[in-house]
């Protein structure tokens, strides 16, 4: 399944597309979309229309005002970011003594 390597609270770098080199952390995870909703990244601007609104942090907008809405990016456009080595990295697997699975970066073999 597409997505089971990115996780909420991940912080991941966009690889391509037009939000490219950005980095933010995942605030959703959309897996049967194959999508993620990340913090800054893919924002699009739009008109609140009729009164009040608030925005998800609870932030008071003015009428007619222009508000940021997050859109979603394709998870196969964003890799994790490595702790360990500060790259983005693709994400490996590895088994540990107890059975568990963790992910490692690819590049260092930290676990992410
Ligand atoms: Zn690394």
Redesign the pocket.
């Known amino acids: 399944m597409p997505g089971v390597d990115i996780k909420k609270d991940d912080n991941v770098r966009v690889i391509s597309g037009k939000d490219r080199g950005k980095e933010g952390r995942v605030v959703r995870v959309m897996p049967l979309e194959g999508r993620v909703m990340v913090d800054g990244v893919a924002l699009a601007k739009k008109h609140s229309r009729t009164g009040a609104q608030r925005t998800r942090t609870g932030q008071q907008l003015q009428q007619g005002g222009i508000i940021d809405v997050e859109m979603s990016v394709d998870i196969s456009n964003v890799q994790p970011v490595?702790k360990?080595?500060?790259?983005p990295?693709r994400v490996g697997h590895r088994i540990e003594a107890d059975g568990s699975k963790v992910r490692i970066?690819r590049?260092?073999?930290?676990e992410l």
């Open positions: 490595c360990s080595c500060g790259q990295t970066c590049k260092c073999e930290a």
